[in-house]
């Protein structure tokens, strides 16, 4: 067979993308860049996102930033206290770390793993910090930007020795809330575990003691209330808890 000599434009961006496919979910085995919720036909639209992202934007492109002027309080949106009585199911456990303002909190990381970790807020607080002042954007139409101080969530996930097998990182939340994320979000530098909210500490509405901050994704993608974070060498998108199960696509990339 003649050896194609004449490239297209499409050619590369298909190049392009198994490429970064390959990096990106490499662990999972995945030989192309389907999302990982391919092959559900409610989810094609899911599909078309990721696989335009994947191609045609670097990996690691930046959410844009704001300035302290451009800050304005905003309302907490789902849960805004795990343990209240208005709950299906209250969080006890949750109730007994706000009423000793998070000193026993902690969070675990475990998982595909070398050395899984737990750590307490003052451990967290102790890493270096990242501040950003960035949009969230919810599903339901609004938008509220505010500045968030954390650790970065690759900083911790290179700490514990994330395994070349690893594809997907779960994140387990105090009221039953899940999401999950591949690795380019997960490693993404504007990805933060976050425990600021304009210069104080998160308030409880917005997800104290600790939370997720994916800049690169709608707002529900942000988990509030974390638990622990459960790194994983094939896709979870939560099953019955996913966002899929609530109408919402796993993958809403901005
Ligand atoms: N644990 C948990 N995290 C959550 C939610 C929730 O109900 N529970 N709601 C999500 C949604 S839909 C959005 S838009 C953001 C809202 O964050 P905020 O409450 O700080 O405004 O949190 C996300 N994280
Ligand atoms: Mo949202």
């Known amino acids: 067979m003649k050896?194609?000599?004449n490239y297209t434009r499409r050619d590369f961006v298909i190049g392009g993308a198994v490429a970064l496919g390959s990096l990106a979910i490499s662990g999972c085995d995945k030989k192309t860049i389907n999302a990982p919720t391919y092959g559900n036909i409610l989810r094609v639209a899911d599909n078309f996102t990721y696989i335009a992202h994947r191609t045609l934007l670097p990996g690691q492109s930046l959410a844009r930033e704001y300035t302290l002027a451009d800050i304005k309080s905003y309302p907490a949106t789902g849960t805004i206290d795990p343990s209240a009585s208005t709950q299906e199911k209250p969080s006890e456990t949750y109730g007994k770390f706000k009423a000793?303002?998070?000193k026993d909190w902690r969070l675990t990381i475990e998982g595909c793993v070398e050395k899984p970790g737990s750590y307490s807020l003052l451990d967290l607080?102790?890493?270096p910090l990242k501040k950003q002042i960035t949009r969230n954007t919810c599903e339901e139409g609004w938008t509220g930007i505010a500045q968030w101080t954390g650790v970065q969530l690759s900083r911790l996930l290179v700490?514990?020795?994330i395994m070349p097998k690893a594809c997907c990182v779960c994140f387990y939340a105090y009221d039953d809330y899940f999401e999950s994320l591949?690795?380019?979000?997960?490693?993404?530098?504007q990805t933060l575990l976050a425990y600021g909210m304009n210069g104080k500490d998160l308030?409880?509405?917005h997800g104290a003691p600790l939370r997720l901050r994916v800049e690169k994704q709608i707002g529900y993608k942000s988990v509030k209330f974390l638990n622990r974070i459960v790194v994983k060498d094939v896709f979870d998108d939560g099953g019955d808890k996913g966002a899929i199960k609530?109408?919402?696509a796993w993958y809403t990339g901005i």
Do not use: E, Q, R, Y
């Not at 591949?182 to 530098?189: G, I, T």
């Open 246 to 248: 609530a109408g919402w």
């Open 3 to 5: 050896k194609k000599t």
């Open 100 to 102: 000793n303002s998070f």
């Open 203 to 205: 308030m409880i509405a």
């Open 159 to 161: 700490s514990v020795g």
């Open 182 to 189: 591949d690795m380019l979000d997960a490693l993404h530098p």
């Open 125 to 127: 607080k102790k890493l």
